[in-house]
């Protein structure tokens, strides 16, 4: 549970834009997603390790098109 303070005079835009900054901090909405479904914990470091292995050839300059 997020808690915002505000004070009185504080604008609601204001308070607002704080909650959603807040939000999106504590990946709430992440977790929520990944959740969803199941992946297999060998298919999710297979998943890490081509996507490290991508990022590595576009850092290097090796990819094809």
């Known amino acids: ?3 915002i303070d ?3 005079c504080e604008n609601i835009d ?3 834009k704080k909650y959603k900054k807040k939000f999106e901090k504590s990946k709430t909405l992440l977790q929520l997603r ?3 479904s199941f992946m297999k914990p060998s298919v999710e470091r297979r ?3 081509l996507k490290a292995i991508y990022r590595q050839q ?3 300059g090796d990819f094809e098109s």
């Open 6 to 8: 505000s004070k009185d």
């Open 58 to 60: 576009m850092a290097n």
């Open 34 to 36: 990944a959740r969803q």
């Open 47 to 49: 998943t890490q390790v």
């Open 1 to 3: 549970m997020l808690i």
């Open 14 to 16: 204001k308070a607002l």
